[in-house]
């Protein structure tokens, strides 16, 4: 075994420009990333916005959305469209979580939490307060402080759309470099700590067929 | 080709980690030390290959290369392929740590059965037969997986044949290109270190 070990070098670099080619190629055959779903949702208003999409950016159409309150009750559930998006109405002031399924066993969720409804209905009692003040000292009418309410809520969305887009393209970006080269790095330091474990293994073998060796000279 | 948490049941997934983990003991006792590089290196190759997406349909495929891996390491390709699926999924979070041994099995043993189908074909014919199979050979692998992926699926709910026409359609493009890609890297292999091919008959 040990008079037929060929040079690991040369298997070593041979194989390695074999990898390096591999990647090289097929990296131009697409630059984007793969292989996990992820979900995004945002409030705008009363309607909740979902996408789903893989890494890189591609659309994950047709895929079952499901929402779900903290008891665990589905509360309603859809289809993204070709655009990978599904939205719906706020159906429960609650912390909503929404799992997407993708076909090929893809799955991931996301949480709104009840925060992200804004003051709408879960502080009605404040602005109402606030409006028996205010309406001492001026002349508005509910029906002009819920207008009022409803355009600033208007006016946020179309301000924050940027804003939420910005956050939706951050989060499509694939793995970074660092990663990569650090689970080649992984791959090697594993594959060499087995190596180096084997070749002790191997040397202890040999040492101790060499003492039964010599304990044999010793007896002939 | 990387199931995601919380899809499938238990069952599924003990019997998955518990048919890995034996492959992995046969791997592991089958890889000799002269082979640790090899199998080094083409674990690196599986890892990175999971990113090279190929753009079709209505989800995400990418390059699996598990035809590859089998034809050259034999059984170690099931440790080789569990350590690349451990890591895509630590560091790209492909799969999930539960899901680890149902979608190492899925890719691994489609590797294992190509390389016991075309293994010594590859290696003693001439050339223009070696090349269509080591077509073959990646063309395979990945089918295999995508069957095998489908029949996990069953336990969800979904229908065996429609799990399985969506994956396999899905996956066309990717079993030609690796089709493609098997044959040219065997086909260097040939030219430059043949015993590499003849080597894993002796051996494994």
Request: proline share 4%.
């Amino acid at each position: 075994m040990l008079l037929d070990r060929k040079p690991l070098l040369s298997w070593g670099a041979t194989l390695t420009v074999l990898a390096l080619g591999i990647v090289v190629a097929l990296s131009m055959v697409s630059q984007v990333w793969a292989h996990k779903v992820n979900v995004f949702a945002w409030v705008e208003g009363d309607t909740v916005f979902v996408e789903g999409y893989f890494p890189g950016g591609k659309k994950s159409q047709d895929s079952l959305v499901e929402v779900f309150n903290p008891a665990g009750t589905k509360l309603l559930e859809g289809r993204t469209n070709e655009k990978g998006e599904f939205s719906f109405k706020i159906p429960e002031r609650t912390d909503l979580k929404i799992v997407l399924t993708s076909s090929m066993g893809h799955k991931n969720d996301f949480i709104v939490p009840a925060s992200d409804f804004g003051g709408v209905e879960s502080s009605p009692s404040i602005p109402a307060q606030s409006f028996a003040e205010s309406a001492k000292h001026s002349s508005a009418h509910p029906s002009d402080l819920s207008q009022l309410e409803g355009m600033i809520d208007r006016a946020l969305d179309r301000k924050l759309a940027p804003v939420i887009k910005l956050i939706r393209d951050t989060r499509k970006e694939g793995p970074t470099i660092s990663e990569i080269v650090g689970g080649i790095g992984y791959i090697f330091g594993l594959f060499g700590l087995v190596m180096y474990l084997k070749s002790r293994k191997n040397r202890e073998r040999g040492q101790r067929s060499e003492v039964r060796g010599q304990q044999n000279i010793a007896k002939q | 080709m990387h199931i995601s948490e919380g899809v499938l049941s238990a069952p599924v997934l003990v019997t998955g980690a518990a048919l890995t983990l034996a492959g992995v003991a046969v791997g592991l006792k089958k890889m000799d030390y002269e082979k640790i590089p090899q199998v080094a290196v083409l674990t690196s190759a599986f890892f990175v290959a999971s990113l090279i997406r190929v753009p079709v349909g209505p989800s995400a495929v990418h390059l699996v290369l598990n035809g590859l891996l089998g034809i050259i390491l034999g059984w170690a390709a099931f440790p080789a392929i569990l350590v690349g699926v451990a890591l895509q999924g630590l560091l790209f979070q492909f799969g999930g740590l539960t899901t680890l041994g149902v979608n190492t099995f899925i890719m691994a043993m489609p590797a294992i059965l190509c390389h016991y189908l075309f293994g010594r074909g590859i290696a003693y014919k001439h050339s223009g037969v070696a090349m269509v199979l080591a077509f073959a050979c990646g063309f395979f692998a990945v089918l295999l997986s995508s069957l095998l992926l489908a029949l996990c699926l069953i336990f969800t709910g979904e229908s065996f044949l429609q799990a399985a026409k969506v994956l396999v359609l899905a996956h066309l493009p990717v079993m030609v290109l690796e089709g493609v890609v098997v044959a040219f890297c065997l086909a260097f292999l040939m030219k430059v270190k043949p015993e590499l091919l003849g080597a894993t008959h002796a051996t494994g």
